[in-house]
């Protein structure tokens, strides 16, 4: 079961949104400055020995740069790095530029006259060091001997199996020092770690052939019957970072199921060029079920290559950049680059690991949150993004797998003004088109997922999702395509359309790959009730005079366990026979206190959550009851923290009903059952 603080930090994410507004703007802290810890950093190198359960063809070896925190007072959590696929011995010229060109340490453990080994797990030193000031202890390892440049094995064609496994075995190794003692002198000694290394918080961090490595450690782990849940008890893996990483170089499917997973994809990236490592994502949106709902994300950074995200890469591997420009420089450093790298690593980190997790900083991976400005101070950042892959909280409405003209439910599909083609890919697709001929006539895509007369409803739902690329005939079009998105109810009346642009700024495309951006689109933009219903999606071409693009994977989410959107009475479901309401006050709370009581005077001695709201403007006692509307279910039991105050109400909740909800976006207070004219927006900065 999620924990009190989990729940709470979840829950915190979409408070913050309401004090956002309808743009999804959101303050938080800037991860990009130094945390308040000041920190040590050394290496520790044992001698290389054939160890067969990580690679039987070679000798290996455990080596690992170190960054912690010097305030060792309780128990820190730790971050795992693994380099890349590079030569493992190389010179360096007298400015510090190296050129690596050679793989002799690999198989022999030594470079030829005149060459140093090629320290790859130094390059990350930039990132680590930093999260190491929030405190973070990162181990960086360094896989050259017998892995890199290395040749491959049967299925395990990469040696990424293999990376996976010397992960595991430096996390083993992290155990005993953690529970007997016995670290090394040249990271502090043989007590220093002892019962200081939290465990349940542990993250993973792969660059390039690393990034499916580290996946690969993840997914070995969790294996049934796997060796390593015994060597490495009560282990809990929280997020996995990825950047430019490889995919099926194993003959195992490798996916990050049930925890918080980025691939950063660099938009010029001249090694991994066909952005294969997205296709985890693209799985994942497939599949069924998830265990743990947990977050996947693509983080595109236009400009970046593949090789100076590791500094001590110094080789250019990217030809070009498609229809923009490179943030990457000239010599050993790409300062720019490193800066997103650091940006970017340290807000999912600290958003997800750790036992008390900045949960805003979810947001700058989330696109119904605008990016914050320290995530685009350096370029441009694209992202495709879902919640979680479970289908009790992913509700289908096209894929586009089946011919043109129907949609995945089975039904006839409209347009007007556009050509529409649907096309076999990774992911399936809309290939739509408009231009000016059709400029007088109304241009929409309509996706349906109910026949006219009937609909279901979608207003307690959380948000509309879409993903869209634009096609390669706007390569280089500096305007960004607009259009607009409104709901279908089941007379075919349609909601306010809201444009896209004010969700995202649709350009590109920025690579010769397709690549998505995803589209969240709040419920409550569309202005509907929470009881309101609908039948499609129209999509109206209304901002650009002509357009190309591909649109994919259009759902909703929200929680409904074990339904689609129930079916409703379409008489009672019309947007377009809504009579206009009385304006609604709308006024500021915010959440003070969350506590956990086992034992609860006000629900018979049952287990109970007490959530405490305040706000400026007082709660008064009335005949109907202050309710507190989360996820679009009521609870009525409150009372005032002070009979002298109005101002604070303390709403008592059965606990599995706390537990229960998810993600809310739309938490406030009302009196009385009905449509309130009076509303308090619960929300952690207002009040």
Not at 5 to 14: G, H, K, M, T
Request: glycine share 8%; net charge positive; proline share 6%.
């Amino acid at each position: 079961m999620t924990s009190i603080r989990e729940s709470l930090a979840f829950l915190l994410v979409f408070l913050v949104a309401l004090a956002a507004g309808a743009d999804g703007e959101l303050t938080v802290d800037d991860p990009t400055k130094a945390g308040p810890y000041s920190h040590s950093t050394g290496q520790y190198k044992f001698k290389a020995v054939l160890d067969k359960e990580v690679l039987s063809s070679d000798k290996t070896e455990l080596w690992a740069r170190v960054h912690w925190p010097k305030d060792l007072s309780s128990p820190r959590p730790i971050l795992f790095f693994l380099h890349g696929n590079h030569s493992t011995c190389g010179k360096k010229s007298a400015t510090g530029e190296r050129t690596d060109d050679d793989c002799t340490y690999t198989t022999s453990g030594k470079c030829p006259t005149g060459m140093t080994v090629t320290p790859n797990h130094e390059g990350f030193n930039y990132v680590g060091s930093h999260l190491a000031s929030h405190g973070f202890i990162v181990v960086s390892i360094n896989a050259n001997r017998g892995i890199t440049c290395g040749g491959g094995v049967d299925g395990d064609f990469g040696l990424n199996l293999a990376r996976g496994r010397l992960i595991l075995r430096h996390l083993e190794k992290w155990h005993q020092w953690a529970t007997q003692g016995g670290a090394p002198k040249t990271i502090g000694g043989p007590d220093l770690y002892l019962n200081k290394v939290d465990f349940q918080n542990v993250g993973l961090m792969g660059h390039s052939r690393g990034g499916e490595g580290a996946r690969a450690a993840y997914v070995l782990y969790n294996d049934q019957q796997s060796v390593w849940q015994k060597r490495i008890p009560d282990l809990r893996f929280k997020a996995l970072f990825e950047i430019g990483a490889v995919d099926g170089q194993t003959d195992r499917t490798l996916d990050p199921e049930n925890i918080a997973w980025n691939q950063l994809l660099p938009m010029c990236d001249g090694d991994v060029y066909d952005m294969i490592g997205r296709m985890p994502f693209e799985r994942l949106l497939l599949k069924r079920t998830e265990l743990k709902p947990t977050p996947k994300s693509l983080y595109m950074v236009w400009g970046a290559n593949h090789n100076y995200f590791n500094s001590e890469w110094h080789e250019n591997d990217s030809t070009e950049c498609v229809g923009h420009s490179p943030i990457y420089g000239k010599g050993p450093t790409s300062q720019p680059q490193q800066n997103v790298a650091v940006s970017s690593m340290s807000s999912f980190f600290l958003a997800n690991v750790g036992r008390s997790p900045a949960a805003n900083l979810r947001a700058v991976f989330d696109p119904v949150f605008t990016l914050p400005p320290f995530a685009t101070r350096e370029t441009r950042i694209d992202r495709d993004f879902i919640p979680t892959f479970d289908r009790k909280t992913l509700f289908h409405v096209d894929f586009f797998d089946q011919p043109t003209g129907t949609s995945s439910r089975g039904q006839a599909n409209l347009s007007s003004g556009v050509k529409v083609s649907h096309e076999k890919s990774t992911p399936n697709r809309a290939k739509i088109n408009w231009d000016e001929t059709t400029r007088q006539t109304p241009r929409y895509f309509q996706t349906n997922w109910a026949a006219k007369g009937v609909a279901y409803v979608v207003g307690d739902l959380e948000t509309l999702d879409f993903r869209v690329a634009r096609q390669d005939s706007l390569t280089g079009s500096k305007n960004p395509t607009n259009f607009s998105v409104a709901l279908v109810d089941a007379n075919d009346s349609l909601s306010i359309a809201v444009p896209v642009e004010r969700y995202a700024s649709v350009l590109g495309p920025a690579n010769n790959e397709t690549l998505y951006q995803t589209i969240r689109i709040p419920i409550r933009d569309f202005n509907i009730s929470a009881e309101a219903g609908a039948r499609g999606v129209r999509f109206i071409f209304d901002g650009s005079p002509k357009g190309a693009i591909y649109l994919a994977n259009v759902h909703f989410t929200g929680y409904a366990p074990e339904r689609f959107p129930a079916l409703v009475n379409p008489l009672n479901s019309s947007f377009g026979a809504r009579k206009s309401a009385a304006p609604i006050e709308v006024y500021s709370a915010k959440v003070v206190e969350i506590r956990r009581l086992q034992n609860s005077q006000f629900l018979n001695g049952g287990p109970a959550v007490e959530i405490t709201i305040s706000s400026q403007t007082p709660f008064p006692p009335r005949a109907q009851l202050p309710i507190l509307v989360m996820k679009n279910q009521k609870f009525r039991l409150s009372r005032y923290s002070s009979p002298r105050s109005w101002h604070q109400l303390i709403f008592t909740l059965p606990a599995h009903q706390f537990d229960e909800q998810r993600l809310d976006t739309s938490m406030y207070v009302q009196y009385g059952n009905g449509d309130a004219n009076k509303i308090w927006r619960v929300n952690q900065t207002g009040g």
